[in-house]
């Protein structure tokens, strides 16, 4: 079941649920799929691109990645199960991969960035099978490394340039995959390079990620607006539509 916000379909389903309901036997069957990550600042991102906003809508799942589209669907009284983060979903998918062999390509981030968060991926999860890497400086219209991203023929494509670019990446080339699972994930690499981290725990638990993010990057101070603005239209019933 879908939960409609802003015209953005969210998946109301558990971590759990996500993985081994949803994306774990479309795997199996090798059904090409693409996931969007999406939390306030996306969202309001598909109101200013109608393009963007169709690449979203079209994709087979969207998650509710940021405490305010939690906020936002309760306060609709279409509640959604719980925050989906897609940093968790990359490491379920990982541990999965590893698992049953299936093998990832890591597009994205800066060079070095990109080879020390592959070099700790694979530090983590030692049997899982790397169809190959590249960083996340190319131009979208740039067809021959999608040629050449799709040639390794991996089972799951990991792109992190940035919303939108890594999810209209993904719509305008997925079509030279056979198979795949496709799905973008911002600022994760990152993460398992070292360049950045997640918020402790307790914060994670209060539900105050965001806001940890803001402590140890003041520049981020901006985002909250973004997130502002998409509350004050969920308030005055604009969640409905579009």
């Known amino acids: 079941m879908k939960h409609v916000i802003m015209g953005i ?14 994306l774990t036997p479309r795997l199996e069957t090798a059904e090409q799929t693409t996931v969007v990550t999406a939390n306030p600042e996306i969202v309001m991102k598909t109101r200013e691109n109608n393009a963007y906003k169709q690449v979203v809508q079209a994709a087979d799942y969207v998650c509710p990645d940021g405490i305010g589209i939690i906020y936002a669907a309760k306060m609709m009284k279409q509640p959604l199960k719980e925050r989906i983060p897609g940093i968790e979903v990359v490491d ?27 070099a700790q991926i694979k530090k983590t999860f030692p049997k899982l099978k790397v169809a190959g890497n590249h960083h996340g400086f190319f131009d979208i219209d740039d067809r021959s490394l ?6 390794t023929d991996p089972d799951i494509v990991f792109v992190a340039v940035g919303a939108p670019k890594q999810e209209l990446w993904i719509a305008k080339y997925k079509h030279l995959f056979h198979k795949g699972l496709f799905m973008g994930v911002g600022g994760s690499f990152d993460v398992y390079a070292g360049a950045a981290k997640r918020a402790p725990e307790i914060w994670m638990k209060l539900n105050l990620e965001w806001l940890y993010r ?8 901006f985002r909250i607006f973004t997130s502002l603005r998409f509350m004050f239209l969920i308030a005055i019933g604009q969640g409905k539509k579009d």
Do not use: M, W
């Open 9 to 22: 379909p969210f998946t109301n389903a558990t971590k759990k649920e996500f993985i081994e309901d949803y």
């Open 92 to 118: 379920a998918l990982l541990h999965l991969a590893e698992e049953k062999g299936y093998s990832c390509y890591f597009l994205g981030a800066e060079q070095s960035v990109n080879e020390r968060a592959v």
């Open 146 to 151: 999608a040629e050449r991203v799709a040639a």
């Open 214 to 221: 803001i402590v140890i990057q003041p520049s981020r101070v």
